[in-house]
């Protein structure tokens, strides 16, 4: 099972429709997972419906932060793009803004490298981070990603364009 002290990392469950609901609407996390809208109940009932599928198949999964305390969804860790051939995958952390700061990123990151590399057989992650935003940047520094360029002009965001750092780690 994937848990600490801190946190479980669980799949998506169908009860998980409010707190993804919530998550996905957040105009705060828009500028950081390329959303414009917000999403209707109705398209994430229908994500849900599709979550459990194969990772292997879909090429993508969707884990929830669970706090082992209070059992209560803070977030959520998204590896995407994952491609077989040279087995590698991008991550994603969100966590909802009241729960922020707490160690949740940081507990789910220390527990996906060996699930990553001993279940799913990845050599590596990768992540792309606004350059801007310290926290991330050095959320996943201390979790062994480490810099490896710089996409310029990137993102963009209401502000202009923005520049966006590439990291990686090795498993």
């Known amino acids: 099972m994937l848990q600490s002290d801190l946190i479980r990392l669980r799949p998506l469950e169908a009860d998980d429709l409010e707190f993804l609901y919530q998550l996905e609407n957040d105009p705060a996390v828009w500028g950081v997972s390329d959303t414009l809208a917000p999403v209707s109940r109705h398209v994430l009932r229908q994500y849900l419906d599709s979550a459990a599928a194969d990772f292997f198949e879909v090429r993508q999964l969707r884990l929830v932060l669970e706090d082992s305390a209070g059992g209560a969804a803070v977030g959520t860790l998204d590896l995407f793009g994952f ?66 360029g710089v996409r310029r002009e990137w993102l963009r965001t209401a502000e202009g364009w923005q520049d966006a750092v590439e990291m990686q780690c090795l498993l």
Do not use: K, M
């Open 83 to 148: 491609e077989p051939l040279h087995q590698r995958a991008g991550v994603g952390i969100t966590v909802l803004a009241g729960h922020q700061r707490r160690g949740y990123a940081q507990a789910a990151l220390t527990l996906l490298r060996p699930y990553a590399r001993q279940v799913l057989r990845l050599h590596q992650l990768y992540c792309t981070i606004g350059a801007d935003n310290e926290a991330s940047l050095s959320l996943f520094a201390s979790a062994g990603f480490t810099r490896v």
